[in-house]
């Protein structure tokens, strides 16, 4: 069964470096999200987007966070300049078209020291 | 999007069926119910969506009754390894709108 793969599972990065987190969606998938979830607490949404520009973002995607499809499989998230704050599990999901359920990946562990 | 109210927590014994209730009293007309999974350090794992009516797959079942206002997770003859938050999510899945989450409801299955 295909699935959405991300890359790497844990990131360790020191407080103001720039992190990119990756993920391969499943091929022939239209719509992109990101989400988080810090330790111990709710699942939250980042971003989606589709046809090639973000649809929708929360209050949590503020203008340190960016993310891009460079290719046709690729999907990436952008911290500019991380905070401590910043360190949750970050998940990538992906959704065909229609009334079918977005699929999410085993995520990326995101630590700041 | 509708809010969902779920049990907290729910214990269980190998082996029994257990059936994990959620109520969406604000359900629109367009709007799917579907469940997720999630282990710890894992994403959320998509288990079973429904409209309305009953829906079956290898794993789960789930029943709607008639106004929607409430949809119940059937999981038969669990094992330890259910162990896990079952999250209800209710929403339009037709465009890519996002998910919002709850707490979900711990599933803890003892031996």
């Known amino acids: 069964e295909p699935e959405v793969t991300q890359t790497p599972s844990h990131q360790v990065t020191q407080m103001g470096q720039e992190v990119i987190l990756r993920c391969v969606p499943i091929s022939n998938h239209l719509y992109f999200y990101w989400y988080r979830q810090i330790l111990g607490q709710k699942v939250e949404f980042l971003v989606s987007?589709?046809?090639?520009?973000?649809?929708?973002k929360s209050e949590i995607f503020d203008d340190q966070f960016s993310v891009e499809r460079p290719d046709g499989s690729n999907f990436t998230l952008k911290i500019r300049s991380t905070k401590l704050e910043d360190s949750a599990m970050y998940f990538c999901?992906?959704?065909?078209?229609?009334?079918?359920?977005?699929?999410f990946g085993d995520g990326t562990r995101l630590s700041i020291l | 999007l509708a809010k969902t109210t779920q049990p907290i927590s729910m214990d269980s014994y190998e082996g029994q069926e257990v059936n994990i209730t959620c109520s969406h009293n604000?359900?629109?007309?367009?709007?799917?119910i579907t469940w997720y999974q999630q282990f710890p350090s894992q994403g959320p794992r998509f288990i079973i969506q429904g409209y309305k009516t009953k829906v079956t797959n290898e794993v789960a079942s789930l029943f709607i009754p008639a106004d929607r206002k409430s949809s119940t997770l059937s999981l038969p003859r669990v094992s330890l390894s259910d162990t896990a938050v079952y999250y209800c999510l209710v929403g339009d899945m037709e465009y890519g709108n996002k998910l919002v989450f709850g707490a979900g409801t711990i599933l803890r299955v003892k031996s």
């Open positions: 987007f589709y046809n090639n520009e973000i649809s929708e």
């Open positions: 604000n359900i629109a007309t367009n709007d799917y």
């Open positions: 999901a992906s959704k065909p078209a229609g009334n079918q359920p977005q699929h």
